[in-house]
């Protein structure tokens, strides 16, 4: 019985690992990433995502974040993080709140009511910050989804 799930499970992270992403993204772990070449407010950046098949960046570990300190020749992203006004709490957009570890400049946030969205500051190559930002400026983003199988 033991060795018949240790053999599923093995089945099963294999799919994750021989899943392929498509042209012009990037692959970590068991995801694909796509940064865009376009400017849009967080919302229409979502959309963007969504039409895509994924969804804005969701962070879960310093290694994520490793690798998304590596996108080049950007300043700032949006990512998948936004502020819940009615709750006071910053949730990702599968509806997880926001815990640890997360990677916010010093003094952020500290946008109030008027500052609900979370872009990747680049602030030399190789690093990084989150910044709560005013959801109706228009920058790049970062879409997240699961490699596919074919």
């Not at 599923?8 to 012009?24: F, Q, T, V």
């Not at 819940?84 to 010093?106: A, F, H, I, N």
């Amino acid at each position: 019985m033991e060795r018949d799930q240790l053999q599923k499970e093995i089945e099963r992270l294999n799919w994750k690992i021989k899943g392929s992403c498509p042209e012009g993204w990037r692959r970590f772990g068991s995801s694909c990433y796509y940064l865009s070449t376009e400017r849009k407010y967080w919302t229409e950046s979502r959309q963007d995502c969504l039409e895509r098949g994924a969804d804005l960046v969701i962070i879960n570990s310093e290694e994520e974040q490793a690798f998304i300190n590596g996108f080049e020749s950007v300043s700032y992203v949006w990512i998948g993080l936004t502020h819940s006004v009615t709750e006071g709490t910053w949730k990702w957009v599968d509806g997880t709140p926001l815990t640890t570890p997360s990677y916010w400049r010093s003094g952020e946030p500290g946008g109030g009511g008027v500052e609900n969205c979370v872009e990747i500051y680049y602030m030399s190559p190789g690093q990084s910050v989150w910044r709560d930002y005013k959801c109706s400026f228009s920058q790049q983003w970062i879409c997240e989804k699961e490699a596919s199988h074919r």
